[in-house]
């Protein structure tokens, strides 16, 4: 049973789809040039970049693991939001990184990698990042629609046409409008998810109470529930890990960067990044705050990752839920459209290159664009909702991710400041980055590994990826002839 | 001072900030989406004349 009313609540969602879908679509007038698609002409201001970077890099699947890490970590879950908040604050104020990247007019980050590392490195890098960013995103569609039929209470049989109708709708604005619909819709999408991620979570904190929580974490976790440095299952393994894979993800992550080259200048991107630092703490420990509750009011449930939506299904009353389902679409469809238009970018931009000995008309550009946006929308659909996924998600959500964070932040921050880095180095990173997780999981899955694989851990294994892609970059660069060195074209 | 007060001051700080930094991104992020489309209105124009 749930609060769900299809009157009230039914109404609030459809004029939130009804307004998103219109600002969407009004905007595409604007769309004349390839660059006008990809990065809004590079005329976004910081305002529009905090609401547009807010609201990319928090979708449904991100609400469903925070609050999990709640449910099954206590306050000590958020470890990770706070990490990267230090990590975007650090990088905003300093400029590290993305000051060159953004100075360099580049529209990709592997497009600033060939002017360093050639066009193979380029291409590879393209080829790694599409990789490990589709295949993440792949799972986002059925995970938000888990969300939405336990909160709203529908039948699981209506959560696959649910979820393609919701991205036929993205994909249409995206189409058309590009980076300028994304922007627009991502502003309104930040306002209303925000109204619900505040509003739910101030009536958890008054109908559950704070000693009630923090009693909860305590008889659940003891000390680990707070501290992660004596959580059992996280240690400083965990925390030096996430570390990692937050910074790189701050520095690399192309849904991130692309709001620092959309931005009208360096400047207005790295205050994009100030601005938007502190999100990452309420990111993670807002949801983490609804899974805590999820845990003192439900118990101990078989399935953490639906303890948070079955909570809330019958804690939030009727109006405030079409708000609470308003926000968690308003949530997805800003990630969908961002994550579907800048791997597009990549695919275009850099995978494309060898292929355009000429410069395409913009015609043809604008053309090409949309049509790779369309396929990618077919491959979420087919790989991510039609087709049941095996295994266990994060560690599938890990795995990918790192295959890609390590070697691409080992590059940039190469590319950047490093005279001596080279191709050499840059390939080698991209096959260790590439190798170590793939390996840690095929031991996972053998028998006679299985167990060296478990004594390891994931985190040992992410930390070693992140160093040994660092080692290979410096062997790789230092080991190639000086006589190559000097006549590489770049 | 509630138990747990580094959770609490920043769950707290959460609530607070989140919900003052939406008012003021609502608002200026309107005029910033203003401001880029009459740029981009005003270049769309420019180059028409071109």
């Known amino acids: 049973m749930t609060n769900f009313n299809w009157l009230l609540d039914g109404s609030i969602v459809g004029l939130y789809l009804l307004v998103t879908m219109v600002a969407g679509l009004m905007v595409r007038k604007y769309v004349g040039k390839v660059e006008h698609f990809l990065v809004a002409g590079r005329e976004m201001d910081v305002y529009l970049g ?43 104020l300093t400029g590290f990184v993305i000051k060159p990247l953004r100075d360099s007019g580049v529209m990709t980050i592997p497009e600033l990698l060939e002017q360093r590392f050639g066009q193979r490195i380029r291409w590879a890098a393209g080829v790694v990042i599409v990789l490990g960013g589709l295949l993440n995103m792949g799972v986002f569609l059925r995970t938000g629609g888990q969300f939405l039929v336990l909160v709203a209470g529908l039948d699981v049989r209506y959560l696959e046409i649910m979820m393609t109708a919701l991205l036929v ?94 931005a009208k200048d360096t400047r207005t991107g790295r205050r994009v990044y100030t601005g938007t630092a502190f999100f990452f703490v309420c ?31 019958t804690a939030v009353p009727a109006g405030l839920m079409g708000i609470l389902i308003a926000a968690m679409l308003a949530a997805d469809m800003s990630t969908d459209s961002s994550y579907m238009l800048t791997w597009c970018s990549v695919i275009y931009n850099d995978i494309l290159a060898p292929f355009r000995k000429k410069p395409w008309s913009e015609r043809k550009g604008l053309f090409w ?28 959500l890990g795995v990918t991710g790192t295959i890609y964070l390590a070697s691409i932040s080992v590059l940039l921050i190469a590319c950047c400041y490093w005279r001596k880095a080279n191709n050499w180095g840059a390939g080698a990173s991209i096959v260790v980055s590439a190798l170590i997780p793939i390996t840690y999981l095929v031991m996972e899955q053998v028998p006679s590994t299985a167990a060296l694989a478990k004594s390891i851990g994931p985190y040992y294994s992410g930390i070693a990826t992140y160093i040994l892609s660092g080692v290979a970059m410096l062997v790789g660069s230092l080991l190639k002839p000086q006589s190559q060195v000097e006549g590489r074209p770049a | 001072m509630p138990s747990h007060w580094f959770w609490w001051a920043i769950t707290m700080a959460c609530v607070v900030w989140y ?32």
């Open chain 1, 369 to 396: 664009n949309r049509t790779i946006i369309a396929i990618i929308g077919v491959f979420l659909l087919v790989y991510g909702l039609w087709y049941p996924l095996k295994g266990d998600l994060w560690t599938y």
């Open chain 1, 169 to 262: 709708g993205v994909a249409v604005y995206t189409i058309l409008g590009g980076m300028l619909s994304v922007l627009v819709t991502d502003f309104l999408q930040f306002i209303v998810m925000s109204a619900g991620l505040i509003l739910v979570t101030i009536l958890i904190l008054l109908n559950v109470g704070w000693e009630r929580l923090v009693t909860t974490v305590e008889t659940s976790y003891g000390a680990g529930g707070f501290n992660p440095f004596v959580n059992p299952t996280m240690g400083w393994q965990y925390v030096l890990f996430n570390l990692m894979l937050n910074t790189a993800a701050v520095l690399t992550w192309q849904t991130t960067i692309a709001r620092v080259l959309a």
């Open chain 1, 283 to 313: 990111r993670f420990l807002i949801p983490g705050i609804w899974g805590i509750a999820a845990l003192a009011t439900l118990g101990p449930v078989a399935n953490t990752l639906e303890a948070m939506p079955t909570y809330l299904s």
């Open chain 2, 19 to 50: 919900s003052t930094i939406t008012v003021y991104v609502a608002i200026k992020g309107a005029k910033d989406i203003k401001n880029m489309l009459a740029r981009l209105d005003a270049t769309r124009k420019e180059e028409a004349e071109n």
């Open chain 1, 50 to 92: 905090i609401a547009s970077l807010a609201a990319t890099e928090f979708g449904i699947v991100t609400c469903m693991y925070t609050a999990q890490n709640g449910y099954e970590k206590g306050f000590a879950g958020a470890t990770p939001g706070i990490l990267m908040a230090i990590a975007m604050a650090a990088v905003g």
